[in-house]
């Protein structure tokens, strides 16, 4: 044997004390023994599994007191997400792949999978050095922390403690060197750094001596009196604005900022301090968190940027209203200033909502979960913008494209049926009483009033749809969006952007486009009605931007509805950010 055995032909190296063991088992003749033990250890003794174990047991043995250990990866959940997005955007899977696509959504494998992310996210190295403390029972306990200074910040802020003036640890970054070293915690209060006692000093004396600091930094420090072992939370939120830190004035530590951009999905790992939260970007792989202004503190400065744009607007400041105002008159077909119009286009408003509809929002973060496309079961797609900037035909060329697949809920109508039309093919007729009864039970989701005849869409149509396993198209009025926006439905929101003012009359005037403000569609669009959709345009996205999940600017009608076709697609087969209540 030699140290090596033959296996199915190939030789492997042996482990010698196993080699030894098994050449003085098969010297040991004269042992009170039967053969079945002998064949027994002899058997043992050659499988595979302990050589195997032995191995590991070796290379512990060898290496656990000189080498660090790193996991292979930190970050198994992204991992994991990844792989579920890809099986998710396949059509076809084989009995493996969607054997593992389910096997990933367990909670137990998720739950494993996150243990093992906690665990391996931690670096504890450098070790506190054993450093003997002798101190009388009555002296205050003091811990050496030492910490290895590098490109990275240290990952916590300090502050004085407004009733013992010391300078104590404000805050922990989450992911940062001082929450892995596992030995710095809020509320301790800093003695000494690299053997310079602070007391008396400011928080600004401290940092200056950090950044003076070279190589190893050690810290002692009086322990608060109970540690914060919290857990880093799982939220995730979407902003609703852009946020640079290095032109914050009042964020504690610019450089311990985390700049974003309106959209990005942030994953907040604390929430502790009422003012600024810690958070990282979802998807990245730096698992140091950084500050951001809480929804509370984003909340004020947002309320106090509008009273003071409202206030200059007041002193006569500013010629036009702070807050983007509808002008259009056929948004509001019951107002006396709208007399003047001669012809207008029905649009349909929930009209007992329009003052409650109108009302600004002050949104700031909205959280979020990933929400999987299920087979058979379609989002409903809904258009959202201004009267007369295309969405009407952008519908009518996204449902020519698939007829069966693609629908539009029929409307109601009290109006009498014309000669040639045909009940629920494009009206379905009731009467007066009817509509008016059903609008006063909630069955409409809009509905309004043209030429003395209601109109409305009912909630049930959209619903039929959706269960029948269509994709239900819809271009409501903007005021409809909050009763569409409901975790039954799980609308896809787009809203459609006009271009700028100039391009808007030069696209259409190009194309000949008629105008649908006038009811035979006799006539192109009217300077009048070009800057309506503009100023329409604005207060659309000024009061309701937080409720879309994407915008198409249709500049070129080609274009915008290459760019609504991608965004079905994607609806249909990829896991997007929803409302975290939409995903039970």
């Known amino acids: ?307 003071h744009a409202q206030k200059e607007n007041e002193s006569g400041l500013c010629s036009v209203s702070a807050v983007p105002m509808l002008s259009s008159c056929s948004q509001f077909p019951k107002s006396p200033a709208c007399k003047s119009k001669s012809k207008i286009k029905k649009i349909m408003y929930e009209t007992a909502e329009n003052d409650d509809f109108d009302r600004e929002q002050i949104p700031t973060y909205e959280e979020v979960a990933k929400l999987y496309p299920r087979p058979g079961i379609y989002r409903p797609i809904v258009l959202i913008g201004a009267p007369g900037i295309g969405r009407n035909e952008l519908r009518r060329r996204l449902i020519d494209t698939h007829p069966e697949k693609y629908k539009s809920p029929i409307p109601y109508t009290s109006r009498p049926m014309r000669p040639g039309e045909v009940n629920g093919k494009e009206y379905y007729f009731v009467t007066r009483d009817k509509m008016e009864e059903d609008i006063s039970a909630g069955i409409f989701m809009e509905y309004g009033e043209y030429k003395g005849n209601l109109y409305g869409t009912s909630c049930e149509s959209v619903k039929s749809l959706v269960n029948c396993g269509q994709v239900c198209i819809l271009n409501p009025h903007f005021q409809a969006l909050k009763m569409l926006r409901t975790p039954q439905l799980k609308p896809y929101i787009i809203y459609v952007k006009p271009p700028p003012l100039e391009i808007l009359k030069e696209t259409r005037y190009a194309l000949h486009a008629r105008s649908t403000f006038d009811v035979n569609n006799s006539r192109g669009f009217t300077d009048e009605e070009f800057n309506d959709m503009i100023k329409s345009s604005n207060r659309i996205e000024f009061l309701y931007e937080h409720f879309f999940d994407e915008q198409i600017l249709n500049a070129d009608l080609a274009i915008a509805f290459s760019q609504l076709l991608s965004a079905v697609n994607r609806v249909e087969t990829e896991p997007l950010w929803v409302p975290a209540s939409w995903v039970q």
Request: charged fraction near 25%; charge should be negative; include cysteine.
């Open 1 to 307: 044997m030699a140290g090596e055995v033959m296996a199915n032909g190939t030789k492997e190296k042996w482990d010698p004390a196993l080699s030894r063991l098994l050449t003085s088992l098969q010297q040991a003749n004269e042992l009170p023994t039967s053969d079945e033990e002998l064949g027994f250890l002899s058997d043992l003794l050659q499988s595979k599994e302990l050589h195997a174990l032995v191995n590991v047991h070796n290379k512990i043995i060898s290496n656990g007191a000189s080498d660090k250990f790193f996991p292979m990866l930190s970050t198994s959940m992204h991992v994991m997400f990844d792989c579920l997005e890809v099986l998710a955007s396949k059509t076809h899977l084989s009995e493996d792949c969607k054997e593992l696509f389910y096997l990933l959504q367990k909670p137990h494998v998720q739950g494993l999978l996150c243990a093992h992310d906690a665990v391996a996210q931690k670096d504890y190295y450098p070790h506190l050095p054993e450093i003997p403390i002798e101190a009388d029972e009555d002296e205050e306990t003091i811990k050496i922390v030492q910490l290895v200074k590098s490109n990275e910040p240290l990952g916590a802020t300090i502050k004085t403690d407004e009733e013992t003036g010391k300078i104590v640890i404000a805050r922990v970054m989450h992911g940062g060197a001082a929450d892995r070293s596992g030995l710095i915690h809020v509320g301790d209060e800093v003695v000494e750094v690299n053997n310079i006692n602070v007391e008396g000093k400011t928080p600004n004396d401290v940092l200056a001596i950090l950044q003076n600091s070279e190589g190893t930094i050690t810290f002692k420090l009086v322990p608060a009196d109970g540690k914060m072992n919290i857990r880093e939370s799982k939220v995730r939120v979407r902003a609703y604005f852009d946020y640079d830190p290095s032109v914050d004035p009042y964020i504690p530590c610019k450089e311990a900022g985390l700049d974003f951009l309106k959209g990005d999905v942030l994953h907040i790992v604390s929430q502790d301090d009422a003012y600024w939260w810690q958070a990282r970007k979802e998807g990245d792989r730096n698992m140091r968190a950084g500050l951001i202004p809480s929804r509370a503190l984003q909340e004020r400065r947002i309320i106090h940027e509008r009273a």
